[in-house]
Every structure is written in structure tokens, then in C-alpha cells.
């Protein structure tokens, strides 16, 4: 009954390195999200796919890219992390983009220093 | 202005009080509302899901929309301290879906 599942938990990263946010779901969604949480901010959508081999940018899509090869995984890559990148992110996914609610992981904290 | 309208808190309310939590909005296409409740370093879970005007209810929690006025409520009863975490409403359309920013809510014992 895992839903889905985020990792890694935390990670502190250095200006200029990249890295991996790893996303599964197990529940045969099609949609999947990933947004990120900034204290008072709310939830703001990175990108989002609506299957296998296809993603679409959300509202901040800038220095992040991802890919969707199976149903099951959704990676968030960071390339060059900045300051501006430290942030919650979560990772999401829903039986349609609108009229299901959308179902999320525990979270990745990131700091980039 | 801003699509969904959230007051962020905090809040805070005695063990068995009752708490209302509301949300504005102003796109008047959003059809599905959602209330979701996030404890500390925890992602979003679903508490409560709704089509349309209304109320539903679901134990010691009520949510309404009022779609005329362009406004979402979630009431909790006899609050408890469990109940401390951030709310966060969700409305959406057919394919898009927003966020409120959450409210603080703390229960002290």
C-alpha cells in the first residue's frame, strides 16, 4: 500500500551540482506531478505528465527537466542547482489532471548552499 | 489578485473547539473542491472531496461550497490535538488544479 514514493528525504546540495529526485507511484495513474512548497508560497507546479514519454512544463519550470519512460517513475533533474532551488518538493499523481483528486509522497527537502 | 485566497494563519484553538477553515476563489469554472491536511515534513493527504455546491460530511469534519460566493469552508469538531497541521484547499476543473497556500492550524490540549 505504498501510494507513492519519494526519494531521497533530504539531500543538501552545493551551487553548480546536479541531481536526481526519484518519484515511483504504484497506482496505475497516468497523470503525474511534481510541484515545489515554499513556506507561505503553496504549492507551485514544476512539470507534469500525463503518461509514458509525455510532460508538459507547469508554472516554474525553469532550471529543472524531467522524463517519463514508465507509467510507474517520474524523475525530477536538477542541473546547475542555485540558492533559488532550495525548497520542499513534492511529487504527485492522479487518475486525471482535474476531476480526481491528486495523490503525494512525504517530500524531498533540498538545500542548495 | 491571486486564483485561490487562503488567510495562511496561524490559528490556534482549544481541545474541542470548533475550527473554520475557508478558502476565496475567483474563477468560477472550478467544479471539484478539495481540502487536503499536511502534517510537519508529511506530503498532502486528502480529508475531504467535493462536486459542486454543497456539503458534505465526513466524521467530525464538514465541507461546504458555496459556489454563488465563490467560497469554500471546512469546519472541524471537537477539535483535537492530532488535528494540528496545515490545511490546504484544492479546486479544479477538468484539467487543471490549484492550491491555497494553507493555514496553520495548532489544538493545544
Known amino acids: 500500500n505504498a501510494g507513492v514514493t519519494q526519494t531521497p528525504k533530504f539531500r543538501i546540495l552545493k551551487i553548480g551540482q546536479s541531481m536526481t529526485l526519484q518519484c515511483t507511484q504504484d497506482m496505475n495513474h497516468n497523470y503525474m506531478y511534481w510541484y515545489r512548497q515554499d513556506p507561505g508560497m503553496g504549492l507551485k507546479l514544476i512539470y507534469y505528465?500525463?503518461?509514458?514519454?509525455?510532460?508538459d512544463k507547469g508554472e516554474v519550470p525553469n532550471g529543472y527537466n524531467v522524463s517519463r519512460s514508465t507509467t510507474e517513475d517520474f524523475p525530477l533533474r536538477l542541473e546547475l542547482a542555485a540558492p533559488s532551488q532550495t525548497s520542499v518538493y513534492f511529487c504527485a499523481s492522479s487518475q486525471d489532471r482535474g476531476r480526481q483528486p491528486q495523490h503525494f509522497g512525504d517530500g524531498t527537502r533540498l538545500s542548495i548552499l | 489578485q491571486k486564483e485561490v485566497e487562503q488567510d495562511p494563519g496561524p490559528l490556534s484553538v482549544p481541545e474541542g473547539a470548533i475550527v473554520s477553515l475557508n478558502c476565496t476563489y475567483s474563477n468560477s469554472a472550478f467544479q471539484y473542491f478539495m481540502w487536503y491536511r499536511q502534517y510537519s515534513r508529511k506530503g498532502p493527504e486528502l480529508l475531504m472531496y467535493?462536486?459542486?455546491?454543497g456539503n458534505k460530511e465526513d466524521g467530525r469534519f464538514t465541507a461546504q461550497v458555496d459556489k454563488s460566493s465563490k467560497y469554500i469552508s471546512l469546519f472541524i469538531r471537537d477539535s483535537q490535538p492530532s488535528d494540528s497541521a496545515t490545511y490546504l484547499c484544492a479546486m479544479s476543473v477538468t484539467n487543471d488544479m490549484r492550491f491555497g497556500a494553507g493555514t496553520r492550524l495548532t489544538v493545544k490540549p
Open positions: 467535493t462536486y459542486s455546491s
Open positions: 505528465s500525463v503518461g509514458a514519454g509525455i510532460t
